[in-house]
């Protein structure tokens, strides 16, 4: 009998190597493989055959999208003390309709007793879900199949009260003592932790984002009134990420571009960043620019707050009040933007519709340049490569999903 082990997707123009081919995709254990290996290998046609086949119709097979600053969704906050165990893993199911199969819950500026709270529960979830794996990304159950959490984005409160955006300016908190300074205020170890969103010119930040990247940490700017020279300095002790450009940082100027001029650095030095693309948080012509300035280094992130798959409304940041409208989230009785309410897959078309870049570039931006940022955190995620985690999206010729995959196991199909 055919492998039943084995999946063999087909009739399908698959992303691989950063550009679309006409080729089946094979999966064997949770894995990407390669079939011509596997024929070699194969003592006899069944040992070669797959169990399962599923056809195409001719749509786009991507590595599944890996969103790295999300506060939210569905009605809850990341950043709450009172977030459950089943919430989070409600967030990270549903995120599986979108195409995302990993990501980063990001907990804005707060006070120490809450980040002792939140990220308790979150260590508490992020191990229950790993024993709900028979291995890595095998599912046991695809009915349970979630997201996997990749680590924390921790956005704050080490940034500028200038830039702080719709965080409060009352928990703010300068690094000055290192790392020392971020375990006294986040309650611990930082195992779980992904990301560090802070303001580079902070007293103490230089010496934070040297220990950040010692241990594997992204260290990201963002909220920041940094000058070029300071935004500079600070690529060149580990920053490698921007967190939302041109949002909540110091504004582009020809004599100092600020963190925005880092993406007209030297190829290997331009940092990667993140950008909303909701139509909202950056005009299109702003769009156009950055993305051909450095297209390699754009991700796709949608900064979404607890109102995203929700109705208009107010909801709750990190215990400030949000108001949502149509086209996105502000502080309530503001004009401040505080976060979107914007899907990754329809990002993905905004970034087509506002640039007209290729779809390859579009679906790489929210799979392989994140994977590629994080580093040993995404291992093996982000690509359709042979031995990569067999995490994709099938979608149509308008890059709406289709079906989502983890595994190579069906987690969520469009109705």
């Given amino acids: 009998m055919p492998n039943k082990s084995v999946l063999r997707v087909t009739n399908v123009r698959l992303l691989r190597d950063d550009k679309l081919v006409d080729t089946d995709l094979w999966v064997a254990d949770g ?8 024929f070699w290998m194969a003592t006899n046609e069944n040992d070669y055959a797959p169990g399962r ?4 119709h001719g749509g786009i097979v991507a590595p599944g999208y890996i969103e790295v600053q999300i506060n939210g969704a569905y009605g809850f906050d990341f950043s709450s003390p009172s977030i459950t165990d089943e919430q989070i893993e409600l967030i990270a199911h549903n995120l599986l309709a ?13 006070r120490p007793e809450r980040y002792l709270i939140v990220m308790e529960t979150f260590h508490r979830v992020i191990g229950n879900l790993k024993k709900k794996r028979l291995r890595d990304q095998h599912l046991t159950t695809n009915k ?9 984005h921790l956005e704050g409160p080490f940034i500028s009260p200038d830039r702080n955006g719709a965080h409060e300016k009352e928990v703010l908190q300068v690094p000055t003592n290192g790392i020392t300074s971020l375990i006294e205020c986040y309650g611990g170890s930082l195992d779980d932790v992904a990301i560090v969103t802070l303001a580079p010119e902070l007293d103490g930040a230089m010496r934070t984002i040297r220990e950040l990247r010692e241990r594997g940490i992204v260290a990201s700017a963002g909220h920041s009134v940094a000058n070029i020279d300071v935004a500079m300095e600070a690529v060149d002790n580990g920053v490698n990420m921007l967190t939302h450009i041109f949002n909540a940082m110091a504004p582009f100027h020809q004599r100092d571009p600020g963190l925005i001029g880092l993406l007209g650095l030297v190829k290997d030095e331009r940092p990667y960043y993140g950008m909303i693309l909701d139509g909202v948080h950056a005009h299109p012509c702003s769009t156009r620019i950055i993305e051909r300035c450095h297209p390699e280094g754009l991700m796709l992130v949608t900064d979404a707050i607890a109102g995203m798959g929700l109705a208009p409304g107010t909801y709750d940041l990190a215990g400030q009040v949000m108001e949502v409208k ?18 990754t897959d329809a990002c993905i078309r905004q970034l087509r519709e506002y640039t007209g870049c290729t779809i390859e570039q579009a679906l790489l931006s929210a799979s392989a340049h994140p994977a590629r940022a994080l580093g040993a955190k995404a291992n093996q995620k982000g690509s359709l490569a042979f031995g990569a985690d067999a995490d994709f999206v099938l979608l149509d010729d308008t890059l709406h999903v289709v079906q989502t995959y983890m595994a190579g196991q069906l987690v969520y199909e469009r109705k």
């Fill in 31 to 38: 894995k990407v493989i390669d079939p011509e290996a596997r």
């Fill in 144 to 152: 349970g199949a979630s997201a996997k959490i990749l680590g924390l």
């Fill in 326 to 343: 149509e086209d996105a989230a502000y502080v309530a009785g503001t004009n401040t933007l505080a976060g979107s309410i914007v899907t």
């Fill in 53 to 56: 086949v599923v056809d195409g």
């Fill in 98 to 110: 979108t195409g995302v199969t990993a990501f980063c819950p990001t907990i804005v500026s707060s």
